[in-house]
């Protein structure tokens, strides 16, 4: 398995931008699919992003499209989440999770999952 620490949360205030790094240890970062999860206080996990093993595909939940990027760098066994044109609505606890299927989508579907961190976003 491998162990995941987020990184990059804070205050913004709305339109700002902010970007999330999830660090990863063990020599196996590349073989796991990569996701970002958020969840707000008093609603479920939620998935944002996700991006295969080489970085050479992302999907996105569509509330975040065209605002947020996921990318990763193998090399630093790091995955990125670049959000830009915040909301307050995006305020939230953010989590990386580490996966097998590429385009999972829920929770459940991620064996591995850092401790996460706050992003609040003021209007």
């Known amino acids: 398995q491998v162990q995941l620490v987020e990184s990059g949360g804070g205050l913004v205030q709305a339109g700002g931008s902010l970007r999330l790094s999830c660090a990863a240890s063990?020599?196996?970062?590349?073989?796991?699919?990569m996701g970002w999860f958020r969840q707000a206080p008093g609603k479920e996990r939620e998935f944002v992003a996700a991006i295969s093993r080489s970085g050479s595909s992302a999907y996105y939940a569509d509330f975040v499209k065209g605002r947020f990027t996921i990318s990763r760098d193998n090399a630093r066994n790091t995955v990125y989440l670049q959000m830009n044109s915040l909301k307050p609505e995006d305020t939230a606890v953010y989590y990386c999770?580490?996966?097998?299927?590429?385009?999972?989508?829920?929770?459940?579907?991620?064996?591995?999952w850092g401790q996460g961190t706050q992003v609040t976003v003021s209007s």
């Open positions: 063990g020599r196996t970062f590349s073989s796991y699919a």
């Open positions: 999770a580490a996966g097998v299927r590429t385009s999972a989508t829920t929770p459940r579907e991620y064996a591995c």
